[in-house]
């Protein structure tokens, strides 16, 4: 089980990005997947989720309205994370995670997600 996340770069405020989290190996539609962020010398952030038990799309309040979770049903093997409108304070490393059967209280514990993948930086800056 592996995962890869790219899509990261230079962007200046205001700009947008897409990451992409692809899976190697396995089809992520039994899995929820989550999109983390973590800033130097910060704790590691949930944004976003794709709860795969139900279906249902799930959103930080630090970035709803800025950001879309979406999945390729076509492969179920790539989700997406489309960013817009972006801060400074977005500047950070992005990574996506996946796990099987997690209860919709921990969706956002990072803690929950067994497989990880090796993260992209993201740099918000003019």
């Known amino acids: 089980v592996q995962l890869q996340a790219s899509g990261g770069g230079l962007v200046e405020p205001g700009g947008s990005l897409r990451l992409s989290c692809a899976a190697k190996?396995?089809?992520?539609?039994?899995?929820?997947i989550g999109w983390f962020r973590q800033a130097p010398g910060r704790e590691r952030e949930w944004l976003s989720c794709?709860?795969?038990?139900?279906?249902?799309?799930?959103y930080a309040d630090s970035v709803k309205g800025r950001v879309t979770i979406d999945r390729d049903n076509a492969k179920n093997t790539v989700v997406y994370l489309q960013m817009n409108s972006l801060k400074s304070e977005d500047t950070a490393v992005y990574y996506c995670?996946?796990?099987?059967?997690?209860?919709?209280?921990?969706?956002?514990?990072?803690?929950?997600?067994?497989?990880w993948g090796q993260g992209t930086q993201v740099t918000v800056s003019s």
């Open positions: 995670s996946a796990q099987a059967g997690i209860v919709s209280s921990s969706l956002s514990n990072s803690r929950a997600y067994e497989h």
């Open positions: 794709f709860d795969s038990t139900d279906s249902k799309i799930h």
């Open positions: 190996g396995f089809t992520l539609y039994y899995f929820t």
